[in-house]
Every structure is written in C-alpha cells, then in structure tokens.
C-alpha cells in the first residue's frame, strides 16, 4: 500500500518513514488523533492522504481499531483512492449536468403519481427561481402547482390526471409566473416511467422560442393586412 521496503526489525523507522508520507496538509491531523487516542483510550475513524515513494497520491481510511495492552493498539488501514476518485467523477458529472441545465433552461424532475410528491434537480429550482428555499419534495409539489399560470391550471391538472390513471404520458406546455413577476413558457418531456409509481420527466424554458413564434406570426399578420389593402 505505502510501497516501502518491509523492515527487518526497526518499527520505530518504519512509524516514522510512515509520517514521512503523510500529505502535508493532513500531518497534524493525524498527530494530534494519534495523540487523543493515546491519552483518551478512544479509537477514532481516520481518512487522509500519502505520498508513495513514487511520488503517487493515495487516499487511505484507517478504523477506530483496538487496544490489544496498555501500548499497542491493533488498526487497520484501507486504500480508497479508486473510490474517492470515482466519487470526485461523479460530482464533477453532476456539476457539469447542473451547469448544463441552468444553461439550456432544463429541468429534471421524478413525479410519484400516487404521493404526488416531486424531487427536483437543481436545474429545475433555478427555473423556479427558488433554488435556496429548501423545499422538501411534498412542499415543491405544492409550490409548483402555485406557481402555474391560472388559465393553464385546468390543463396540467387534466394531464397529470391522465398520466396518473392511463400511463400515458403527453407533453404539455404552459406558463408559470415566478415569485418575481416574471412569466415563463414550460414544456414538458415525454418522460419515462421509472417503476409503477415514479415517473422521470424534465421541464424546459420555451420563453424565446413562444416569443419568436409571436413574433413571425405577427409579421405574417401584418403582410396578410398589407396584401389585403393592396
């Protein structure tokens, strides 16, 4: 694990070139653990990181351990460094999923059709502009349901209606108005269902394309008019 020579005799030697790997920033973390536990008699669950010899950078965990007499303690170390990384990975795919989402406007949602909760990504409590209000799942139901244009409402109850008795899942769009003032077009995905009850879906902000369609609609009124008074 650490890559060091096994020792014929020296412990002490080895204790010490052990230090020597210890990441800077964790060494006195370490000593000073290392140190409760001697005075305490209270193991301690550690995780830090090594240098090898090689210069190669290892995560290790190491358990609370035991003690076996008055000056020996029994431990064990573990290398997790494919498990941090993998754990690193995978934060960084969800960084660069909620970065893409607030981007494009997105938002991914699961609807359990029988609780009628919903768990939101953090794409879709920035559309809501309401990302730092720590809505549980019932209560971001709720809101979202509040938040949906009055003259839209009847529709997207009818569709969650549908989908929650035929399993047919049909895109909707429709407004909201956010606690701002600012009013959005939403559409929804098709979605998935997940299981029985739980259905994966996403939401995406149509604002600009409803407002260029306005717009090219309104363009072609005016030439239909021109034409007609031609």
């Not at 970065?99 to 990504?121: H, K, P």
Request: with cysteine.
């Amino acid at each position: 694990m650490f890559e060091l020579p096994v020792p014929e005799h020296a412990v002490k030697e080895s204790f010490d070139a052990f230090f020597d790997l210890i990441h800077p920033e964790d060494l006195d973390t370490i000593k000073y653990v290392l140190n409760e536990v001697s005075e305490t008699r209270l193991g301690k669950d550690l995780l830090f990181r090594i240098y090898t010899p090689t210069g190669k950078l290892k995560w290790i965990r190491s358990n609370n351990g035991k003690f076996l007499s008055a000056t020996r303690r029994l431990t064990s170390l573990q290398d997790i460094t494919l498990d941090v990384e993998k754990t690193r990975m995978l934060e960084q795919q969800k960084e660069m999923i909620e970065i893409g989402e607030q981007v494009t406007g997105l938002g991914t949602f699961i609807w359990n059709v029988e609780t009628r909760e919903m768990t939101a990504s953090s794409g879709l409590y920035h559309l809501f502009g309401c990302e730092d209000r720590g809505y549980d799942s019932k209560l971001f139901m709720d809101k979202f349901l509040e938040m949906i244009h009055p003259d839209d409402l009847e529709a997207v109850e009818s569709n969650m209606k549908q989908i929650s008795e035929e399993k047919n899942l049909k895109p909707i769009e429709f407004r909201i108005r956010k606690d701002c003032g600012k009013e959005l077009w939403l559409r929804t995905s098709p979605g998935k269902f997940l299981n029985d009850k739980e259905i994966l879906g996403t939401l995406q902000d149509v604002s600009e394309d409803k407002r260029k369609a306005n717009q090219l609609e309104r363009q072609a009124g005016m030439i239909r008019v021109g034409e007609l008074t031609a």
